[in-house]
């Protein structure tokens, strides 16, 4: 469904949100913030929804539902930001925390040596934005929601060498009201779910599991009922064999290879080495003491060559079903796509309203692009992943058509661990399974597989990529940042793609273990 129409997205939000007092206190807090002369004030106004589902071997083990509740309002004051956050639903309490941010800035103002200033953005009056689904998972009662889980499990135990099988669900509905002094009032309602099944097994002294490639999406309930683009009935019939396979798997001989990666494992190569590095915020540095910085440094704008010339990688906040889509970002910008690599050549960074005051002439003409977030009303909104995306060749090959051009080579499909330094430079990656590529041909499973480059020595061996029919958007409900912490979730669309000559690492050699059931169990725990 689409979220087309302002009108049509006001009649979708929930009631029992804007049932709330949001707008009462938002002018109640406003207007105490203009009294003190504040240059900038915004009112934030959150409810966030979460539950979790957990089955084991056709059996619920747990049911957890939260709500995150509250508001805050952000100030720059004296130049300065000032922050502050409340619970209670009270206009008393709304002036109180307006007041509070405002002595927060005026701290702040006597350390500050760079004055807080914001870029520019158009006011929208009373807007409103709905994700796109067609059933809002928290519609559907709980029993219908363990069932489904339990009856996956069931199917999994009762095939043929495996031995047990757990299944979970996470489910978000996140709602936000914004407000801020230059009149620009958004309301928005986003859903989004993470569904997990993997089944484990043994063959001898080696234990392994065989996952979900399902990919965590910003839809509804549909997704898990064969409606929203993913057939689990087909992936869970085939998980008993790719696991019995994998058991059974030789161990990779350690080499340089070419490489053929599905989107279900590039896209978290994506997500380390160019989403987390073309953040302006860690390249400046000001993410430095906890999330590390960037090779990626604003000097080499327009002349660092990222990747082969084949590399063309978006920010995305607009792209239907992305984990870090919204209409408004929580400074009240509305949301944008742009150009990140283009041709192999870095080009963009994401930012935020304040970032793109000093730095974004030469990005986005002086404008955020809308990568402002908080994960609660309890969090000040920093500078936060866009939905980031290796963009197909229009004219580009199927994966099969990837794998004819390889002579000896991997392919490799799923996500399992990673591993990169603190600059997103150097990085090892790991999946879920891989296949020995001969003459162009599959030749059955192999294990114990890590591959690991430099990212711009992995960029640019991409020696083809593939066509749109190839593209899916992955991503992840967990990204972790800043102190206090936050975690966001962002999606990270990719074709199949091929590289050339990259190295691979045998794990178990790697680990110094005597036995291959010894390396195995090391890793999963």
């Not at 603190?422 to 041909?441: L, P």
């Not at 102190?483 to 690492?505: E, I, K, T, W, Y």
């Amino acid at each position: 469904m689409s979220s087309a129409t302002a009108s049509s997205d006001h009649d979708r939000i929930d009631p029992s949100f804007t049932a709330l007092p949001y707008r009462r206190l938002a002018a109640a807090a406003l207007s105490r913030a203009r009294d003190f002369g504040v240059t900038h004030a915004d009112f934030r106004f959150e409810r966030v929804r979460y539950q979790h589902l957990s089955v084991r071997d056709g059996h619920l083990q747990g049911a957890e539902d939260s709500d995150d509740l509250g508001f805050a309002v952000r100030v720059v004051h004296q130049g300065a930001w000032g922050f502050a956050a409340g619970v209670a639903l009270t206009t008393d309490e709304a002036v109180k925390v307006a007041e509070q941010a405002v002595n927060v800035a005026l701290v702040a103002a006597e350390m500050t040596r760079v004055p807080v200033e914001l870029a520019p953005e158009p006011a929208y009056d009373d807007v409103a934005w709905c994700s796109a689904y067609e059933i809002n998972p928290y519609d559907v009662p709980l029993a219908e929601k363990a069932a489904l889980l339990e009856d996956w499990t069931r199917r999994l135990v009762d095939a043929d060498g495996v031995e047990h099988a757990n299944a979970s669900l996470q489910l978000v509905q996140e709602n936000k009201y914004y407000a801020d002094l230059a009149g620009t009032t958004t309301t928005q309602q986003r859903v989004r779910l993470q569904p997990h099944v993997e089944a484990h097994g043994s063959r001898g002294d080696r234990f392994d599991s065989m996952a979900t490639i399902a990919p965590p999406v910003a839809r509804g309930w549909e997704y898990l009922t064969g409606r929203g683009g993913w057939d689990f009935d087909r992936e869970l019939a085939e998980m008993p064999a790719l696991l019995a396979e994998k058991l059974a798997a030789p161990s990779v001989e350690a080499g340089r290879y070419d490489l053929v990666i599905d989107p279900s494992n590039l896209w978290l190569t994506i997500h380390e080495s160019i989403g987390h590095a073309t953040e302006l915020d860690r390249a400046l540095g000001y993410e430095a003491n906890y999330a590390g910085t960037s090779f990626a440094t604003p000097d080499q704008l327009g002349t660092l060559q990222y990747g082969s010339p084949l590399m063309h990688v978006t920010g995305d906040r607009t792209v239907e079903h992305g984990l870090a889509t919204i209409g408004y970002d929580d400074e009240g910008v509305q949301t944008q796509s742009w150009d990140i690599v283009r041709d192999g050549v870095l080009v963009g960074y994401q930012l935020d309203r304040s970032m793109a005051h000093t730095h974004g002439a030469a990005l986005n003409g002086g404008r955020s692009n809308g990568c402002a977030y908080a994960d609660s009303p309890g969090h000040i909104p920093i500078q936060r992943m866009a939905n980031v995306s290796l963009q197909p060749d229009p004219d580009g090959p199927d994966t099969a058509g990837l794998i004819a051009q390889v002579e000896r080579g991997l392919y490799i499909v799923g996500d399992k661990s990673w591993s990169i330094d603190m600059q997103r430079f150097n990085f090892q990656f790991t999946g879920q399974r891989f296949y020995a590529i001969e003459d162009g041909e599959l030749k059955g499973q192999v294990r114990d597989v890590a591959y690991q480059a430099t990212t711009t020595d992995f960029w640019r061996s991409m020696g083809a990529v593939g066509g749109p029919e190839t593209y899916v958007l992955g991503g992840a409900f967990n990204c972790g940042k800043a102190q206090p912490g936050q975690v966001a979730a962002v999606s990270h669309g990719c074709p199949s793609a091929l590289f050339r000559d990259v190295r691979v690492l045998n794990v178990t050699d790697e680990a110094g273990a005597d036995q291959p059931g010894d390396a195995i169990a090391d890793e999963e725990l």
